[in-house]
């Protein structure tokens, strides 16, 4: 009798140790954006979620949090807390290298392998019949698609623990299913990543009693919202299923992963595969333990990746000492309304593949974004007088302090695409401190310092450019450089006062002139614009 008291206790003791740490459960929507979700003010043709409308009034809505435009390369943000420039996945299809470290095996490193992990749903992050790629990434057990989604909700091609199958249940409730089996199967901490197909296409009416009739709109508007209301009833069921003890020691995430389809996006001009606010605001609710702001809302720019480190955090306080973790800033701090640092901008790029035909990336502050097509056009929104993007500043003129704006836009989002800022709150890349460090100036277009030594005309330019110097013998090269810092024109020697670049065949768009003196320090002469 002694010796199973002692077992009991033994055992009891470790299952309260281990439970200090919290379960994760992070539930990801397909397609949604912030402008079909209640409580954003943006649209007005809206489903009903009575569900997380209550994780809502039990937690903290963040307004301004920017994912990627399409679902694989926000999945892989999320998954390594790095931009798509940094892990290698910036459009659809992606392929996520083991290179990276995993949030799942991050988590397990930190805590000495203290927690279970599952991903349920869609993966999207390999090739179609990878079955095993899940597991590389660090994930115990899998069951979902690994493509982008299902052909049919009623008959899909499932994929659990490495064996494809036909499974004929309706998707988003066999999804939940699956992570109410598991999660209820488990003795100490967890990770569920719970990433539904839904709302994504074929739009259809989910199983009747799951969502409500007499909608508006278009029959896809219809069945779109039908679906929106099903997964919400989904999300009910599942946390309905976690007992109280489980549930109260839970962190719930619930985030879409890019905007909404276009010819479904209510306000925006612009919805899903674009940089547009349509394509990459969307909704974020975070509730449980930890979570003391009830009821409130969070207007601090959230970038996807930073679920990386905020997640990690939970487990691991060092992570705050350092803000995050690679280009993850952890926001931990805002779910409890203490003292952290909240980014100063917010960044996002989408790659050229796949039906999405602009290479782009943007940037903004708290009031101005600039959209940067590469090797074409660049536009400038001023999102406190014009959230719908309505009007690009720069078909008009702009004033000298928006010009100031734009141009520290510009070296921001050069430094972020070529190095490691030291403005986003992470001790990340070489630095010695938070946002301190040797190479907190990397970027192709070097610190560059006005002068008045050339001149250059015309601007807007066509065909060709002349740059005047005052004295040529003082400088040893120039080059042209485009707006994400390629060099589009080197001259390494420089014979004489005028020099003539012809121009005829570059894209439109901005474009920087660089010269180096002799002794070395670079001159940098106001951008020019080709026509």
């Known amino acids: 009798m002694k010796l199973l008291i002692i077992v009991i206790i033994n055992f009891t003791i470790t299952v309260i140790s281990a439970q200090e740490n919290p379960n994760i459960l992070l539930i990801i929507a397909d397609d949604m954006g912030a402008d079909v979700m209640p409580g954003y003010g943006i649209g007005t043709n809206l489903p009903n979620t009575p569900n997380l409308d209550k994780l809502s009034q039990s937690g903290l809505t963040f307004t301004n949090v920017w994912a990627t435009p399409v679902c694989a390369s926000t999945r892989a943000s999320i998954m390594t807390g790095k931009y798509g420039v940094n892990n290698g996945v910036t459009s659809v299809p992606g392929i996520l290298s083991t290179d990276h470290t995993s949030i799942f095996k991050q988590i397990k490193q930190q805590t000495n392998n203290d927690y279970a992990t599952c991903l349920v749903g869609k993966w999207h992050l390999g090739e179609t019949k990878d079955y095993g790629h899940p597991f590389?990434?660090?994930?115990?057990?899998?069951?979902?698609?690994?493509?982008?989604?299902?052909?049919?909700?009623?008959?899909?091609?499932?994929?659990?623990?490495?064996?494809?199958?036909?499974?004929?249940?309706?998707?988003?409730?066999?999804?939940?299913?699956?992570?109410?089996?598991?999660?209820?199967?488990?003795?100490?901490?967890?990770?569920?990543?719970?990433?539904?197909?839904?709302?994504?296409?074929?739009?259809?009416?989910?199983?009747?009693?799951?969502?409500?009739?007499?909608?508006?709109?278009?029959?896809?508007?219809k069945k779109y919202l039908s679906m929106i209301e099903n997964l919400d009833y989904e999300i009910g069921r599942l946390l309905d299923s976690i007992p109280n003890e489980v549930l109260e020691n839970t962190i719930v995430i619930f985030v879409g992963d890019n905007g909404t389809p276009g010819n479904l996006v209510q306000g925006y001009n612009h919805g899903k595969g674009t940089l547009y606010q349509g394509g990459i605001h969307v909704p974020m609710i975070i509730s449980g333990k930890g979570v003391s702001r009830k009821n409130d809302t969070e207007n601090a720019h959230i970038n996807i990746c930073d679920l990386f480190a905020t997640m990690a955090h939970f487990s691991n306080d060092l992570i705050g000492n350092k803000g995050g973790m690679y280009n993850s800033l952890s926001f931990k701090h805002l779910l409890s309304n203490t003292e952290g640092y909240t980014r100063q901008h917010n960044y996002m790029e989408l790659g050229k593949k796949a039906g999405f035909p602009n290479d782009a990336f943007t940037i903004r502050n708290d009031q101005y974004k600039m959209i940067q097509f590469i090797d074409s056009i660049q536009e400038f929104y001023d999102l406190v007088d014009d959230p719908f993007e309505t009007k690009n500043l720069l078909q008009g003129t702009i004033s000298s302090s928006q010009q100031v704006v734009l141009n520290n836009l510009e070296k921001e989002a050069n430094v972020i695409r070529t190095g490691w800022s030291c403005q986003d709150g992470i001790q990340n890349g070489e630095e010695t401190s938070i946002d301190s460090g040797s190479d907190c100036n990397s970027t192709y277009i070097s610190e560059l310092t006005y002068d008045n030594e050339m001149i250059v005309y015309p601007s807007p330019f066509d065909s060709q450019i002349t740059i005047v110097f005052k004295d040529y013998k003082k400088i040893s090269k120039v080059q042209l450089i485009n707006s994400v810092g390629q060099v589009v024109e080197n001259i390494p020697e420089v014979t004489n006062n005028n020099i003539t670049i012809i121009t005829k065949n570059y894209n439109p768009g901005l474009y920087f002139i660089s010269a180096i003196r002799q002794n070395g320090i670079k001159v940098f002469f106001s951008k020019i614009i080709k026509k």
């Open 136 to 221: 590389e990434h660090g994930v115990d057990e899998f069951m979902g698609v690994l493509e982008s989604g299902v052909t049919d909700y009623y008959e899909w091609n499932k994929v659990e623990n490495q064996n494809p199958t036909i499974c004929y249940e309706y998707a988003t409730a066999y999804f939940t299913n699956y992570a109410i089996d598991w999660i209820n199967e488990q003795s100490k901490p967890w990770l569920m990543w719970l990433a539904h197909v839904s709302p994504h296409t074929p739009f259809h009416y989910p199983p009747e009693g799951t969502y409500t009739k007499d909608k508006e709109g278009t029959a896809a508007m």
